[in-house]
């Protein structure tokens, strides 16, 4: 499983999502009670990015049409959508956020 450093842990802002591209997948970078989480950065339901959305709870919320999503597992909380978001590992080495978007083959 490759990790990729995605930032330093001094860019990330409490709540705030930070979209980055890792090997062309987008994701959604956010540190909040006191962990870091990677989760895709497009909302199962609709073509829109995650990382415009409000954080609260280990969940980051959906601007569009409002289905929150645990930054966790990925999992949506109710409706409109349906489908999880898939989540990454990360690693946290010194100040550099690193995360993962392949798969252990
Ligand atoms: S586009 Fe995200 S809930 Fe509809």
């Known amino acids: 499983m ?3 450093r995605v930032c ?3 860019d990330l802002a409490e709540d705030t999502p930070k979209r980055v591209e890792l090997d062309g997948v987008p994701v959604s970078v956010v540190r909040t009670e006191g962990e870091v ?3 895709n950065d ?3 339901h609709a073509n829109v990015s995650l990382s415009e959305g409000e954080v609260e709870d280990c969940m980051i919320e959906c601007w569009l049409h409002g289905s929150s999503f645990d930054l966790r ?5 109710g409706l409109p959508a349906t489908r999880p978001v898939p989540v990454y590992p990360v690693k946290i080495e010194g100040d550099d956020v690193l995360v ?3 798969q252990e083959s």
């Open 73 to 77: 597992t990925g999992k949506p909380s």
């Open 37 to 39: 989480f990677a989760i």
């Open 42 to 44: 497009i909302c199962s």
């Open 100 to 102: 993962s978007v392949t």
């Open 2 to 4: 490759a990790f990729l």
């Open 8 to 10: 330093s842990l001094s």
